[in-house]
């Protein structure tokens, strides 16, 4: 897995590429708090380029989405692809956290 950050304003964007597995699901949570910034409002993860993500890194997200909620973060998920948007809607996760079908859409909705 490889993340890449982008800042736009209040809002943090990660770039997530390869694969969300038991291995690098810790990693994604701990980039993400660890670039974390007073005043962000809003996280989105970018998984365009995202291959594969499986029941550990749906449930890191979980514990992302609290720990941000508990800062006043919000969370997001644009462009997930193929199986990554199936495991999205099958696990039940896009109910927790908002899904945006592009990072401009979920921008326009997050940085106002």
């Known amino acids: 897995m490889n993340v890449s950050i982008e800042r736009y304003d209040n809002v943090l964007v990660a770039g997530v590429s390869g694969r969300?597995?038991?291995?690098?699901?810790?990693?994604?949570?701990t980039t993400i708090t660890d670039e974390l910034r007073n005043g962000d409002q809003a996280v989105i993860l970018d998984f365009e380029q995202l291959a594969y993500i499986g029941n550990v890194g749906v449930r890191a997200l979980r514990i992302t989405a609290r720990i941000l909620r508990d800062r006043g973060v919000s969370l997001a998920v644009c462009a997930p692809q193929g199986v990554v948007a199936a495991v999205f809607s099958g696990s039940g996760v896009d109910r927790l956290i908002s899904v945006y079908p592009t990072q401009g859409a979920a921008l326009e909705v997050l940085s106002g």
């Open 20 to 29: 969300i597995d038991p291995k690098s699901a810790g990693s994604l949570q």
